[in-house]
């Protein structure tokens, strides 16, 4: 029996001589009843034209589930089988569940399936319980054929009927049982009697539909079950009871694992489109972080750790852009939540507590990438939490950062850029600059922590520090506000603050009243020292100078502090290390005037009266003296408006506008690197100079013969750094000096075999000939003058010891003659001489590859001047050549043998076949030679 063929009868829809849907039914169930089994017939024999129908069809369903579970679960079905099994499972849908379904529960029929509205339209005679029998009957056989997986798709098609059905066998309210007789009428204004022991039997019918309902969402898709349960809940007409209980479901779906991701895959579909999307995602946003149910913090539990594995996974499009809209919509909603089961998870590496845990490398690696996706990506930034959030972390993050500041540590860069944001907030930074340095040493900011390089080349914090660095701590600290130069004037000016206060007597004779040990005081002593040479540091660099020119009264302020808390302290004689800090702070005044810096003249005439009566202390150091009367000096001779008549005269006469300023800066920097008596610096400057060139600069072009010459002498350097750094150079100059560059390189590529004090790598070499071979042909028609130098410098790399070298000199000799258009002369012996060789004694097949594939291109490019150019010269070539075809066990070789013997051959044939001439000459007499 073919149950398919069957089931395409029932499903047929080609009688058009009923007069209804029922009588179509008829007709159908007419055809196939005769196939059915005896038992079958007698069972729907004694109910109506539909239930008959419906019947049959779930029978022919559930015996091809069995043939499927004998045969091969997982194997295929046909597009025609499916299609009938599609439809089948329609009408199941159409004519035993939709029509059954209360008022607000689901879709109806007019919105789900318009051309199924006839089958509702015609009204059946049923009651309440036939009904419900039939929406039972039809409910029970799709979740029995969803267990079939070449079913299954075709009932996640009608899912959402399903659901419908499901909520409301598990969760409609039932009438009362009663002892008394009570007339309810139905639709068919029939008789209904609900009795204890109906209603009894009906409550186990609920919990069988719930049970059945809670397996099915487990095995169905989460993403098809949060769609179509949001359908559902968003009809306008849905009853209470509905709303309620697919609240309750959804919240049960959504604290699942996944769940998070199944919603928004419910929502945005597969691909999300961040501009048409954006408003769906906030929405989601908003909906995830809201608490739902009634125990907030259970709910915040279960969904939290998703929003984390979110922003983690490196498998879904946008996650991390995703986790950060979800997170920063729970910081709206419930800060504290956000805090304690987002931010403190992800910085959990980062605390600190008794007894002490070593950290390994993938907590650290998986703390510092949560927080540079929260905090640093650049997608939405205004999605992003605000830095305050993880200021209890700031200090070991700065820890962890002062370890690998100077190394290739793969987590340096994301480390950097987050103590960066963290500094860009105004109120916190000076705070953040204390626990940085070691003046603030309270856990406010977190605890200093010791971090070394495990195993694997990560971090871990192995314990807490407390013996400090300072002066270390201060390096990492300038190199921080070196990056950001906008941070180092608040630095200069949180140090000068410091400074005045330890310098204060008041503080003084608190230190004094404190009990100190000989440890406590050295570690005061190196903070202070510490602090003395971050404060030079800064004094040095050009932003504070900057800074000070717009703003001086804060350097003047401090100074007169300092002169008053020295005079106050050291009545009988001051040292000069007690006075290093004055020191420094007047040679950045001195500095100041004299880059003729526009200061307001005022304030410095105040300055310099407050000198002049401070130099009268017969207490100060005599150098410290010196300097008052040097600044006094420049303060008394300061002219404002000095600098700009100097720069106008500078820009009537001198100034070259052709050239860029900041890139002329740049090309004195370099010349000035290559004065440096340090090698790596020296070395530096050519990369600088090389650099320049190929970006065409101006000021470097316009200079290109003095960069030659630079690039030339460093030539002769032994250090393979500065040597390899000039060959880099010259041919960055070699469209520029095409010339030049032959003569200088072409020495350079023969000798470099013979230069042992320096590392030349085969890659050099091999770089080096490409681009004498591209010089060559930028010079064009000139390179002829070249010939000679540039065949022989190839001829003799044929020889080297490297077969890559060999292999890569023949294939440049080979661009050189198509370069030189073939007119190579007496060359063309030695050239043929040296490729015929290679042929017969080089071992490796890539050389000879190369030597056949010059061979080839001499062929083509002479044609049938080969005969005249080579003559006799051309036997002993043949017959390698031939030799190689026939004996070679290289079958590429083998091949590029044929193809130059079938161009001498063409060639030959060429010139035997010529058709004659026919030409008559005629000459011209000198008509004075005519008699």
């Given at each position: 029996m073919d149950f398919y063929e069957m089931l395409c009868t029932l499903i047929s829809s080609s009688d058009d001589q009923a007069k209804s849907f029922d009588d179509k039914l008829a007709r159908i169930l007419e055809k196939v009843m005769q196939l059915l089994p005896e038992d079958v017939r007698q069972s729907i024999r004694n109910v109506n034209i539909r239930d008959q129908y419906l019947q049959t069809i779930i029978y022919i369903l559930c015996n091809i589930k069995e043939e499927n579970g004998k045969i091969d679960t997982n194997a295929p079905i046909s597009v025609k089988q499916y299609r009938s099994i599609k439809i089948a499972i329609e009408l199941i849908v159409s004519i035993g569940i939709i029509p059954f379904l209360l008022p607000g529960v689901g879709i109806d029929m007019a919105k789900l399936c318009p051309k199924a509205l006839k089958i509702c339209q015609e009204e059946e005679k049923l009651n309440c319980m036939e009904k419900y029998k039939r929406l039972c009957l039809s409910t029970h056989s799709l979740l029995d054929l969803f267990d079939d997986l070449n079913l299954r798709p075709a009932i996640l098609s009608q899912i959402g009927p399903l659901i419908a059905a499901l909520l409301q066998l598990s969760h409609a309210p039932l009438a009362k049982p009663s002892s008394k007789v009570q007339q309810s009428s139905n639709v068919n204004k029939q008789e209904f009697h609900m009795t204890?022991?109906?209603?009894?039997?009906?409550?186990?019918?609920?919990?069988?539909?719930?049970?059945?309902?809670?397996?099915?969402?487990?095995?169905?898709?989460?993403?098809?079950?949060?769609?179509?349960?949001?359908?559902?809940?968003?009809?306008?007409?849905?009853?209470?009871?509905?709303?309620?209980?697919?609240?309750?479901?959804?919240?049960?779906?959504?604290?699942?694992?996944n769940g998070v991701l199944s919603l928004i895959t419910a929502i945005c579909e597969d691909d999300l489109d961040l501009g048409a999307d954006w408003k769906k995602l906030e929405t989601i946003c908003k909906l995830i972080a809201a608490s739902h149910g009634k125990n907030a913090e259970e709910y915040y539990k279960a969904v939290c750790p998703q929003i984390l594995n979110l922003l983690c996974s490196g498998n879904i499009n946008h996650s991390s852009m995703i986790a950060n809209c979800c997170i920063k919509a729970l910081y709206d909603y419930n800060p504290n939540a956000c805090l304690k089961y987002i931010i403190e998870v992800i910085c959990a590496p980062l605390l600190t507590k008794e007894p002490y845990v070593v950290k390994s490398e993938k907590e650290i690696e998986q703390c510092i990438d949560g927080l540079a996706k929260c905090f640093l990506t650049e997608d939405a930034k205004f999605k992003h939490l605000p830095c305050t959030v993880i200021l209890y972390v700031a200090t070991p993050l700065f820890c962890l950062y002062n370890t690998?500041?100077?190394?290739?540590?793969?987590?340096?860069?994301?480390?950097?850029?987050?103590?960066?944001?963290?500094?860009e907030e105004e109120t916190?930074?000076?705070?953040?600059?204390?626990?940085?340095?070691?003046?603030?040493?309270?856990?406010?900011?977190?605890?200093?922590?010791?971090?070394?390089?495990?195993?694997?080349?990560?971090?871990?914090?192995?314990?807490?520090?407390?013996?400090?660095?300072y002066e270390e701590?201060?390096?990492?600290?300038?190199?921080?506000?070196?990056?950001?130069?906008?941070?180092?004037?608040?630095?200069?000016?949180?140090?000068?603050?410091?400074l005045s206060n330890i310098n204060k007597s008041s503080y003084k004779v608190e230190r004094q009243n404190m009990l100190e040990t000989e440890d406590d005081k050295i570690e005061y002593i190196a903070m202070?020292?510490?602090?003395?040479?971050?404060?030079?540091?800064?004094?040095?660099?050009?932003?504070?100078?900057?800074?000070?020119?717009?703003?001086?009264?804060?350097?003047?302020?401090?100074?007169?502090?300092?002169?008053?808390?020295?005079?106050?302290?050291?009545?009988?004689k001051t040292e000069e290390d007690?006075?290093?800090?004055?020191?420094?702070?007047?040679?950045?005044?001195?500095?100041?005037?004299?880059?003729?810096?526009?200061?307001?003249?005022?304030?410095?005439?105040?300055?310099?009266?407050?000198?002049?009566?401070?130099?009268?202390?017969?207490?100060?150091?005599?150098?410290?003296?010196?300097?008052?009367?040097?600044?006094?000096?420049?303060?008394?001779?300061?002219?404002?408006?000095?600098?700009?008549?100097?720069?106008?005269?500078?820009?009537?006469?001198?100034?070259?506008?052709?050239?860029n300023l900041t890139t002329s800066n740049k090309f004195d920097e370099a010349i000035k690197d290559l004065a440096d008596p340090l090698l790596p610096v020296r070395a530096h400057g050519l990369v600088t100079l090389t650099k320049l060139i190929e970006s065409k600069d101006s000021c470097a072009v316009a200079r290109?013969?003095?960069?030659?010459?630079?690039?030339?002498?460093?030539?002769?350097?032994?250090?393979?750094?500065?040597?390899?750094?000039?060959?880099?150079?010259?041919?960055?100059?070699?469209?520029?000096?095409p010339e030049e560059i032959i003569e200088i390189l072409m020495p350079e590529y023969i000798d470099m075999p013979n230069r042992t004090d320096a590392e030349i790598t085969v890659e050099t070499?091999?770089?080096?000939?490409?681009?004498?071979?591209?010089?060559?042909?930028?010079?064009g028609e000139m390179s002829v003058v070249h010939k000679n130098t540039l065949v022989n410098g190839f001829l003799c790399a044929t020889r080297d010891a490297d077969p890559l070298v060999r292999a890569s000199s023949l294939s440049c000799l080979g661009e050189l003659c198509k370069v030189l258009n073939f007119r190579l002369g007496n060359i063309l012996i030695e050239i043929l001489y040296c490729i015929a060789c290679i042929i017969k004694s080089d071992k490796t097949p890539e050389c000879r590859r190369a030597a056949v594939l010059v061979a080839t291109l001499l062929f083509r490019g002479l044609g049938r001047d080969t005969l005249n150019s080579l003559g006799s010269d051309l036997v002993d070539l043949y017959r390698g050549l031939k030799h190689l075809r026939d004996n070679d066990d290289d079958p590429v070789l083998r091949l590029h043998a044929q193809l130059a013997l079938e161009e001498i051959d063409h060639i030959i044939r060429d010139f035997l076949s010529a058709p004659s001439k026919l030409e008559k000459r005629i000459f011209l007499l000198n008509p004075s030679s005519i008699p």
């Open positions: 204890i022991e109906e209603y009894q039997r009906l409550q186990n019918c609920q919990k069988e539909f719930h049970a059945k309902f809670i397996s099915l969402l487990n095995n169905c898709p989460h993403y098809i079950c949060f769609r179509e349960l949001m359908i559902i809940l968003g009809m306008q007409n849905a009853p209470k009871w509905l709303r309620k209980e697919t609240q309750n479901y959804l919240i049960k779906i959504l604290v699942q694992s690998v500041r100077e190394s290739a540590c793969i987590l340096k860069t994301n480390l950097r850029r987050l103590l960066l944001k963290i500094l916190t930074r000076e705070k953040l600059y204390a626990a940085f340095l070691g003046h603030d040493t309270s856990a406010k900011f977190g605890d200093y922590v010791t971090a070394q390089f495990g195993p694997t080349g990560g971090l871990q914090i192995t314990e807490l520090n407390k013996n400090l660095k701590l201060a390096d990492t600290v300038f190199e921080l506000v070196s990056i950001a130069k906008d941070l180092s004037p608040s630095l200069f000016y949180y140090m000068l603050k410091f202070q020292l510490a602090a003395h040479k971050l404060l030079s540091q800064l004094a040095s660099t050009s932003a504070i100078q900057d800074a000070q020119v717009k703003n001086l009264m804060p350097l003047l302020s401090f100074i007169k502090s300092l002169f008053n808390a020295y005079t106050k302290s050291y009545q009988d007690e006075c290093e800090i004055l020191y420094i702070s007047l040679m950045l005044i001195k500095f100041l005037l004299e880059k003729k810096a526009t200061l307001k003249i005022d304030l410095l005439k105040d300055f310099a009266t407050f000198l002049e009566k401070h130099r009268r202390n017969s207490n100060l150091p005599m150098q410290l003296r010196s300097l008052i009367d040097e600044v006094v000096a420049y303060i008394v001779t300061y002219d404002p408006n000095e600098k700009s008549r100097v720069k106008t005269e500078e820009r009537k006469y001198y100034q070259d506008i052709s050239i290109k013969r003095i960069v030659l010459r630079l690039f030339q002498e460093n030539l002769k350097h032994e250090d393979s750094f500065v040597y390899l750094a000039s060959i880099n150079g010259l041919c960055a100059l070699a469209t520029a000096f070499r091999i770089k080096l000939g490409e681009i004498l071979v591209k010089t060559t042909r930028a010079l």
